[in-house]
């Protein structure tokens, strides 16, 4: 078995080193609040990290919890409050479309998640974090191929993402597509494909949806990337490539125990990549706002 497990705490670790460095020489101290409404294990765990990692670098952290039903005054007057650069809320608060009504409630200057930006996150500045995260993984990992020039760099491989959710696997499917790669977006309903189409004539993805099944899709990935959240659902290990790129972005492991068997390189978890491109933007919006005020 020659698979490499690679921990996100190593792929994040020159990204913190850098915030450290940067806060610590600026002499600044950015602020970040996160609002915390529910009861779920998954979001009371990521502001746990969340806080253990502001620690270390250097940014003020504070965690307000509050009732659901007074969380939109709650961030309104964090929006008012010039000591706070950044406001995260951690999901779900409703489970229903009244949370996407609540990232808009945010302010745009304040939206460290870069939420604000899911429908056009290649134009945007704040880039959305998990997406961004996973983005940098690949990097990490030389998916991405710095002999081709930029923007083509995923040229060739064929990646599937199996979560279509619109914070996270559907603003992934369009950067990793408009990077060049062919990418199956599955849900729980259909598989679609975002494509420059072939030799990347389009210099944007379309979407088509697609009829395949899973089982078609998964022999022909370079790269498997999940985010089920559900502790039953597992990829089986027989349909995937061999020298498959496994990586779990869900709170709960999407690929079965035999996994190593068969991939080449395997991600378990990224939630430390993605709250090291959390205080990225943190610190981004602290800039911009010193510019605005
Ligand atoms: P979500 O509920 O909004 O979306 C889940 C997605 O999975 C949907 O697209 C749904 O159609 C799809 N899905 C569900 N069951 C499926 C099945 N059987 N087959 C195919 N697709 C299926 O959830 P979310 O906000 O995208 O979060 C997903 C998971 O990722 C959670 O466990 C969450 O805690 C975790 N998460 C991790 C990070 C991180 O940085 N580590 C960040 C955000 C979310």
Redesign the pocket.
Known sequence: MSCKTILAKEISASYREELKKTIKSREIKPKLVGFLANEDP??IK?AKFTSKTCEETGIIFELRKCNREELEDQIAKANEDDGIHGIIVY??VFKNHRDQYLQNTVRSSKDVEGLHNIQFPIKNYIIP??PL?IVKVLKYIKVYNPVLSHGNRLYGRVITI????????RPLAALLANDGGKVYS????NIQVFYRGTGLKLKKHEVQDTNLK?EEILPISDVLIT????PS?KVPTVLLRDGVVAIN????KNFEDNIKEKASIYIP???K???AMLERNLLRLYDYQLKVN
């Open positions: 998954a979001a990521y999901y779900p974090c998990t995260a199996i979560n279509r959710s619109e914070i996270v696997g599955v849900d729980i309903n899973l985010g089920v959240p559900t659902y972005f869900s709170a709960f978890t990224i939630g990549v993605t709250i």
